[in-house]
């Protein structure tokens, strides 16, 4: 199993970036996608879901209506779309795969993670 994130960057405050995370290895369609980010000497923490067929997504607070899940099951990617960003975003972002729960939000539900990519965020 393999998922692998991209798409991190540098970008000014106020600005978007879209983050890709390209799955193989397992069913696509099974799988819950969620993001995770962990800033400098901070934890991991949720920043959003999207169910198994899309219908259904969670965001933590800190990003909602800033940030938008998507997927495609043509391309078993999963995308996160950041617009505004601002410097407290700047974090490594994380994908993960579950198909226990349909919008998983705890680190310890996921059976699989990407090894992270960069975003940084200046003001």
């Known amino acids: 199993v393999q998922l692998q994130a991209s798409g991190g960057g540098l970008v000014q405050a106020g600005g978007s970036l879209r983050l890709s995370c390209a799955v193989s290895?397992?069913?696509?369609?099974?799988?819950?996608m969620g993001w995770f980010r962990q800033a400098p000497g901070k934890e991991r923490e949720f920043v959003g879901v999207?169910?198994?067929?899309?219908?259904?997504?969670q965001y933590a607070d800190s990003v909602k209506g800033r940030f938008t899940i998507s997927r495609d099951k043509a391309k078993n990617t999963v995308y996160l779309q950041m617009n505004s960003l601002k410097p407290e975003d700047t974090a490594v972002y994380y994908c993960?795969?579950?198909?226990?729960?349909?919008?998983?939000?705890?680190?310890?539900?996921?059976?699989?993670w990407g090894q992270g990519t960069l975003v940084t965020v200046s003001s």
């Open positions: 999207i169910s198994v067929a899309g219908a259904l997504t």
């Open positions: 993960a795969a579950d198909r226990r729960y349909v919008t998983p939000t705890m680190i310890s539900d996921y059976d699989y």
């Open positions: 290895g397992l069913t696509f369609s099974d799988y819950a």
